[in-house]
Protein backbone atom coordinates (compact mmCIF):
# COMPACT_ATOMS: atom_id res chain seq x y z
CA UNK A 1 0.00 0.00 0.00
CA UNK A 2 0.86 3.66 -0.51
CA UNK A 3 1.25 6.22 2.59
CA UNK A 4 2.41 9.48 2.95
CA UNK A 5 6.11 10.09 4.69
CA UNK A 6 8.53 12.86 5.35
CA UNK A 7 11.42 10.80 4.41
CA UNK A 8 15.07 11.67 5.53
CA UNK A 9 17.13 12.05 1.83
CA UNK A 10 20.40 13.31 3.36
CA UNK A 11 21.40 13.70 7.10
CA UNK A 12 20.89 17.12 8.92
CA UNK A 13 18.97 17.60 5.75
CA UNK A 14 15.39 18.93 5.60
CA UNK A 15 12.75 15.88 5.72
CA UNK A 16 10.73 15.92 2.50
CA UNK A 17 7.16 15.04 2.05
CA UNK A 18 6.51 12.11 -0.26
CA UNK A 19 4.63 8.68 -1.04
CA UNK A 20 6.63 5.49 -0.32
CA UNK A 21 5.46 1.98 -0.51
CA UNK A 22 4.65 -0.29 2.28
CA UNK A 23 4.88 -4.09 2.30
CA UNK A 24 1.87 -5.92 3.91
CA UNK A 25 2.06 -7.26 7.83
CA UNK A 26 3.91 -10.04 8.41
CA UNK A 27 2.75 -12.48 10.19
CA UNK A 28 4.38 -10.91 13.30
CA UNK A 29 3.10 -7.27 12.27
CA UNK A 30 0.73 -4.89 12.40
CA UNK A 31 -0.45 -1.76 9.85
CA UNK A 32 -1.35 1.45 12.07
CA UNK A 33 -2.96 4.14 10.29
CA UNK A 34 -1.11 6.97 12.60
CA UNK A 35 -3.17 9.83 13.98
CA UNK A 36 -0.59 11.46 15.69
CA UNK A 37 3.24 11.37 16.27
CA UNK A 38 5.77 13.21 18.58
CA UNK A 39 8.90 14.37 17.79
CA UNK A 40 11.61 13.07 20.25
CA UNK A 41 15.24 14.69 20.93
CA UNK A 42 16.03 10.96 19.32
CA UNK A 43 14.65 11.64 16.27
CA UNK A 44 16.89 14.80 15.76
CA UNK A 45 19.89 13.51 17.32
CA UNK A 46 19.81 10.29 14.89
CA UNK A 47 18.47 12.77 11.65
CA UNK A 48 22.76 14.01 11.87
CA UNK A 49 23.78 10.31 10.76
CA UNK A 50 21.21 8.09 9.98
CA UNK A 51 21.98 5.91 6.83
CA UNK A 52 19.64 7.32 3.77
CA UNK A 53 17.05 7.35 2.71
CA UNK A 54 15.59 7.01 6.05
CA UNK A 55 12.40 7.38 7.69
CA UNK A 56 12.55 8.71 11.66
CA UNK A 57 9.65 9.22 14.49
CA UNK A 58 9.03 6.48 17.08
CA UNK A 59 6.40 8.41 19.47
CA UNK A 60 3.07 6.93 17.55
CA UNK A 61 -0.45 6.38 18.34
CA UNK A 62 -3.07 5.22 16.16
CA UNK A 63 -5.63 2.91 14.78
CA UNK A 64 -5.00 -0.99 13.70
CA UNK A 65 -5.76 -1.82 10.45
CA UNK A 66 -4.36 -4.98 9.89
CA UNK A 67 -2.73 -7.79 11.68
CA UNK A 68 -0.04 -10.61 10.58
CA UNK A 69 -1.46 -14.49 10.89
CA UNK A 70 -0.14 -14.40 14.40
CA UNK A 71 -0.84 -11.91 16.17
CA UNK A 72 -2.82 -12.11 18.96
CA UNK A 73 -2.83 -8.94 21.59
CA UNK A 74 -4.25 -6.70 19.14
CA UNK A 75 -7.16 -6.08 16.71
CA UNK A 76 -8.29 -4.10 13.43
CA UNK A 77 -10.36 -1.08 14.76
CA UNK A 78 -7.92 -0.99 18.24
CA UNK A 79 -6.48 2.03 19.41
CA UNK A 80 -3.05 1.90 19.95
CA UNK A 81 -0.02 4.15 20.99
CA UNK A 82 3.76 2.31 19.68
CA UNK A 83 6.70 1.95 21.67
CA UNK A 84 10.08 -0.08 21.18
CA UNK A 85 11.14 -3.21 19.49
CA UNK A 86 12.18 -6.15 21.03
CA UNK A 87 13.40 -9.47 20.10
CA UNK A 88 11.29 -11.58 22.63
CA UNK A 89 13.21 -14.36 22.82
CA UNK A 90 16.48 -13.59 24.89
CA UNK A 91 16.43 -13.95 28.97
CA UNK A 92 16.29 -9.90 29.38
CA UNK A 93 12.95 -9.46 27.50
CA UNK A 94 11.56 -12.85 28.85
CA UNK A 95 12.26 -11.48 32.42
CA UNK A 96 10.17 -8.53 31.49
CA UNK A 97 13.38 -6.24 30.83
CA UNK A 98 12.80 -5.65 27.05
CA UNK A 99 14.43 -1.90 27.00
CA UNK A 100 17.40 -3.95 27.90
CA UNK A 101 16.86 -6.63 24.96
CA UNK A 102 20.31 -8.40 24.24
CA UNK A 103 19.15 -7.62 20.78
CA UNK A 104 18.02 -3.77 21.23
CA UNK A 105 20.23 -1.50 18.24
CA UNK A 106 19.45 -4.10 16.22
CA UNK A 107 15.90 -4.48 16.14
CA UNK A 108 15.90 -0.31 17.09
CA UNK A 109 18.60 1.03 15.04
CA UNK A 110 20.05 -1.06 12.33
CA UNK A 111 16.98 0.72 10.28
CA UNK A 112 15.72 -3.25 9.08
CA UNK A 113 14.06 -5.95 10.43
CA UNK A 114 15.99 -8.53 11.90
CA UNK A 115 16.14 -10.64 8.52
CA UNK A 116 17.71 -7.90 6.90
CA UNK A 117 15.18 -6.35 4.68
CA UNK A 118 12.59 -3.08 5.15
CA UNK A 119 8.76 -3.03 4.90
CA UNK A 120 9.42 0.49 3.14
CA UNK A 121 10.18 1.19 -0.29
CA UNK A 122 10.40 4.96 -2.18
CA UNK A 123 10.45 4.85 -6.04
CA UNK A 124 12.50 1.27 -6.08
CA UNK A 125 14.51 2.05 -3.52
CA UNK A 126 15.09 0.54 -0.40
CA UNK A 127 14.03 2.97 2.83
CA UNK A 128 15.87 2.55 6.01
CA UNK A 129 13.10 2.27 8.21
CA UNK A 130 11.96 0.36 11.80
CA UNK A 131 13.05 3.21 13.58
CA UNK A 132 12.54 2.10 17.35
CA UNK A 133 9.91 -0.28 15.86
CA UNK A 134 7.90 2.74 14.43
CA UNK A 135 9.34 5.07 11.78
CA UNK A 136 5.88 7.14 12.16
CA UNK A 137 6.96 9.86 10.60
CA UNK A 138 4.22 8.66 8.24
CA UNK A 139 0.60 8.09 7.78
CA UNK A 140 1.04 4.48 8.06
CA UNK A 141 3.22 2.19 10.06
CA UNK A 142 4.20 -1.41 9.81
CA UNK A 143 5.28 -2.10 13.11
CA UNK A 144 6.24 -5.39 14.79
CA UNK A 145 3.55 -6.68 17.72
CA UNK A 146 6.08 -6.54 20.60
CA UNK A 147 6.13 -2.49 19.81
CA UNK A 148 2.49 -2.37 19.80
CA UNK A 149 0.42 -1.54 23.07
CA UNK A 150 -3.51 -1.34 23.04
CA UNK A 151 -5.05 1.41 24.71
CA UNK A 152 -8.19 2.36 26.35
CA UNK A 153 -10.61 4.09 23.05
CA UNK A 154 -11.95 6.31 25.41
CA UNK A 155 -8.49 8.40 25.90
CA UNK A 156 -6.89 11.14 23.86
CA UNK A 157 -5.41 9.16 20.52
CA UNK A 158 -3.47 12.36 19.62
CA UNK A 159 -1.78 12.94 22.91
CA UNK A 160 -0.99 9.03 23.51
CA UNK A 161 1.78 8.55 20.98
CA UNK A 162 4.50 10.78 23.10
CA UNK A 163 3.92 8.00 25.93
CA UNK A 164 5.87 5.85 23.84
CA UNK A 165 9.10 7.27 24.65
CA UNK A 166 9.46 10.64 26.33
CA UNK A 167 7.43 10.59 28.86
CA UNK A 168 7.71 7.02 29.60
CA UNK A 169 11.52 7.65 29.65
CA UNK A 170 10.69 10.83 32.00
CA UNK A 171 8.25 8.81 34.41
CA UNK A 172 9.66 5.54 34.23
CA UNK A 173 13.27 6.56 35.35
CA UNK A 174 11.39 7.78 38.29
CA UNK A 175 8.79 5.56 39.06
CA UNK A 176 10.35 1.75 37.46
CA UNK A 177 14.26 2.60 38.47
CA UNK A 178 14.73 5.31 41.14
CA UNK A 179 12.05 4.86 42.98
CA UNK A 180 12.46 8.02 45.66
CA UNK A 181 10.57 7.19 49.13
CA UNK A 182 8.41 10.15 50.39
CA UNK A 183 10.11 12.75 51.81
CA UNK A 184 12.93 12.17 49.83
CA UNK A 185 14.73 15.35 47.29
CA UNK A 186 15.75 14.84 43.72
CA UNK A 187 17.25 16.94 41.16
CA UNK A 188 16.42 16.47 37.06
CA UNK A 189 18.36 18.33 34.50
CA UNK A 190 16.77 19.55 31.79
CA UNK A 191 13.41 20.30 31.55
CA UNK A 192 11.96 19.57 28.14
CA UNK A 193 9.63 16.65 27.80
CA UNK A 194 11.74 13.77 29.54
CA UNK A 195 12.58 16.23 32.65
CA UNK A 196 9.19 17.74 32.99
CA UNK A 197 7.75 14.04 32.68
CA UNK A 198 10.87 13.27 35.84
CA UNK A 199 9.27 15.91 37.67
CA UNK A 200 5.44 15.24 37.61
CA UNK A 201 6.64 11.55 38.41
CA UNK A 202 8.65 12.85 41.96
CA UNK A 203 5.83 15.00 42.45
CA UNK A 204 3.35 11.70 42.27
CA UNK A 205 6.34 9.59 44.17
CA UNK A 206 6.23 12.45 47.49
CA UNK A 207 9.59 13.80 46.93
CA UNK A 208 9.97 16.82 49.29
CA UNK A 209 12.23 18.21 46.99
CA UNK A 210 12.34 18.49 43.47
CA UNK A 211 14.94 20.94 41.71
CA UNK A 212 14.71 21.54 38.09
CA UNK A 213 17.66 22.45 36.29
CA UNK A 214 17.76 24.09 33.11
CA UNK A 215 19.25 27.42 31.17
CA UNK A 216 15.66 28.14 29.60
CA UNK A 217 13.28 30.25 31.76
CA UNK A 218 10.16 28.83 30.24
CA UNK A 219 10.85 25.61 30.81
CA UNK A 220 11.68 26.08 34.15
CA UNK A 221 8.24 27.82 34.44
CA UNK A 222 6.63 25.07 33.32
CA UNK A 223 8.98 22.83 35.07
CA UNK A 224 7.30 24.43 38.27
CA UNK A 225 4.15 24.64 37.27
CA UNK A 226 4.13 20.86 36.63
CA UNK A 227 5.49 19.85 40.38
CA UNK A 228 9.04 21.42 41.19
CA UNK A 229 10.03 23.00 44.31
CA UNK A 230 12.44 24.64 43.17
CA UNK A 231 14.42 25.94 40.00
CA UNK A 232 17.63 26.21 38.89
CA UNK A 233 18.82 28.82 36.38
CA UNK A 234 22.00 27.46 35.42
CA UNK A 235 22.64 30.39 32.50
CA UNK A 236 22.45 32.83 35.69
CA UNK A 237 25.57 31.28 37.71
CA UNK A 238 27.46 27.33 38.64
CA UNK A 239 24.32 25.13 39.11
CA UNK A 240 26.39 23.11 41.66
CA UNK A 241 26.81 26.42 43.97
CA UNK A 242 22.82 26.77 43.42
CA UNK A 243 22.19 23.24 43.98
CA UNK A 244 24.82 23.73 46.98
CA UNK A 245 22.73 26.46 48.77
CA UNK A 246 19.69 24.30 47.84
CA UNK A 247 20.36 20.94 49.85
CA UNK A 248 24.34 21.38 51.54
CA UNK A 249 24.25 17.63 52.42
CA UNK A 250 23.24 16.94 48.81
CA UNK A 251 20.22 15.18 46.87
CA UNK A 252 19.31 11.57 47.02
CA UNK A 253 18.69 11.46 43.65
CA UNK A 254 19.71 12.89 40.41
CA UNK A 255 18.28 12.35 36.77
CA UNK A 256 20.36 13.76 34.15
CA UNK A 257 18.31 13.89 30.30
CA UNK A 258 20.75 16.08 28.88
CA UNK A 259 23.48 13.99 27.62
CA UNK A 260 26.10 16.54 28.14
CA UNK A 261 29.22 15.45 30.07
CA UNK A 262 30.09 18.53 32.06
CA UNK A 263 25.76 18.18 33.36
CA UNK A 264 25.86 14.56 34.48
CA UNK A 265 29.38 15.33 36.31
CA UNK A 266 27.48 18.28 37.90
CA UNK A 267 24.85 15.63 38.76
CA UNK A 268 26.76 13.32 40.04
CA UNK A 269 28.81 16.04 42.41
CA UNK A 270 25.39 17.35 43.76
CA UNK A 271 24.59 13.84 44.89
CA UNK A 272 24.90 12.91 48.98
CA UNK A 273 26.01 9.51 50.59
CA UNK A 274 23.95 7.01 48.71
CA UNK A 275 22.96 9.28 46.38
CA UNK A 276 21.65 7.71 43.10
CA UNK A 277 22.08 8.95 39.84
CA UNK A 278 19.93 7.53 36.35
CA UNK A 279 20.99 8.61 32.97
CA UNK A 280 18.53 9.26 30.11
CA UNK A 281 19.94 11.36 27.98
CA UNK A 282 21.11 10.96 24.60
CA UNK A 283 23.04 13.63 23.59
CA UNK A 284 26.33 15.98 22.00
CA UNK A 285 29.01 14.19 24.68
CA UNK A 286 30.50 10.79 23.18
CA UNK A 287 31.90 9.89 27.07
CA UNK A 288 31.53 10.97 30.40
CA UNK A 289 34.48 11.43 33.53
CA UNK A 290 34.13 12.02 37.26
CA UNK A 291 36.75 13.26 39.40
CA UNK A 292 37.07 9.47 41.51
CA UNK A 293 36.34 10.87 44.93
CA UNK A 294 32.96 12.00 43.39
CA UNK A 295 31.12 8.30 43.25
CA UNK A 296 32.96 7.70 47.05
CA UNK A 297 29.79 7.06 49.77
CA UNK A 298 27.67 4.69 48.36
CA UNK A 299 27.19 6.92 45.27
CA UNK A 300 25.99 4.46 42.33
CA UNK A 301 25.45 5.61 38.53
CA UNK A 302 22.81 3.80 36.59
CA UNK A 303 22.10 4.02 32.84
CA UNK A 304 18.64 4.26 32.05
CA UNK A 305 16.95 3.40 28.32
CA UNK A 306 13.33 3.63 28.17
CA UNK A 307 12.37 3.89 31.78
CA UNK A 308 12.80 0.39 32.07
CA UNK A 309 9.32 -0.21 31.34
CA UNK A 310 7.91 -2.79 30.06
CA UNK A 311 5.36 -1.05 27.60
CA UNK A 312 2.16 -3.11 27.52
CA UNK A 313 1.74 -2.42 31.19
CA UNK A 314 3.50 0.73 31.75
CA UNK A 315 2.05 2.95 28.94
CA UNK A 316 -1.61 2.02 30.16
CA UNK A 317 -0.50 2.59 33.71
CA UNK A 318 0.58 6.29 32.57
CA UNK A 319 -2.36 7.13 30.34
CA UNK A 320 -4.64 6.48 33.19
CA UNK A 321 -2.99 9.12 35.06
CA UNK A 322 -3.24 11.54 32.67
CA UNK A 323 -6.98 10.89 32.13
CA UNK A 324 -7.56 11.05 35.96
CA UNK A 325 -5.99 14.21 35.82
CA UNK A 326 -2.21 13.31 38.14
CA UNK A 327 -0.38 13.31 35.25
CA UNK A 328 -0.68 16.65 33.32
CA UNK A 329 1.20 16.53 30.45
CA UNK A 330 -0.80 18.44 28.00
CA UNK A 331 0.31 22.04 28.55
CA UNK A 332 3.51 20.48 27.14
CA UNK A 333 2.37 19.43 24.28
CA UNK A 334 1.82 21.79 20.43
CA UNK A 335 0.27 20.34 17.55
CA UNK A 336 1.43 20.89 14.38
CA UNK A 337 -0.06 19.31 11.16
CA UNK A 338 1.87 16.60 9.19
CA UNK A 339 2.70 18.76 6.47
CA UNK A 340 4.69 20.91 8.81
CA UNK A 341 7.40 18.52 10.13
CA UNK A 342 10.30 20.88 9.92
CA UNK A 343 8.75 23.97 11.34
CA UNK A 344 7.93 21.19 14.19
CA UNK A 345 11.50 20.55 14.01
CA UNK A 346 12.38 24.13 14.40
CA UNK A 347 10.67 24.65 17.10
CA UNK A 348 11.43 21.63 19.30
CA UNK A 349 15.20 22.50 18.75
CA UNK A 350 14.90 26.56 19.93
CA UNK A 351 12.99 25.66 23.08
CA UNK A 352 10.15 27.07 22.08
CA UNK A 353 7.86 24.05 22.06
CA UNK A 354 7.97 21.49 25.26
CA UNK A 355 6.31 18.81 23.16
CA UNK A 356 5.97 19.07 19.32
CA UNK A 357 3.05 16.43 17.92
CA UNK A 358 2.40 16.06 14.58
CA UNK A 359 -1.06 15.57 13.70
CA UNK A 360 -2.94 13.69 9.98
Avoid at 31 to 39: H, K, S
Wanted: aromatic fraction near 6%; include cysteine.
Amino acid sequence: MRATAALLEQPGQPFVLTEVDLDAPRPDEVLVRVAGVGICGTDLEFATFFPTPALLGHEGSGVVEKVGAHVTSVRPGDAVAMSFASCGTCALCRTGSPAYCRSFDAVNFSGRRPDGSTAVTHEGREVNAHFLGQSSFASHVVAPERAVVRIDPSLDLLRAGPFGCGFQTGAGGVLNVLQPRPGSSIAIFGAGAVGVAAVIAASLSGCAVVAAVDVNPAKLEAARGSGATHTVDSSAGSAAEQLAALLPEGFDFVIDTTGREDVLRTAVESLGPLGRAGVIGIGPSESMSFEWRSILNGRTVTGIIAGSSLPQLFLPKLLELNAKGQFPVEKMITYFPFEQINEAVAAVRSGSVGKAVLTF
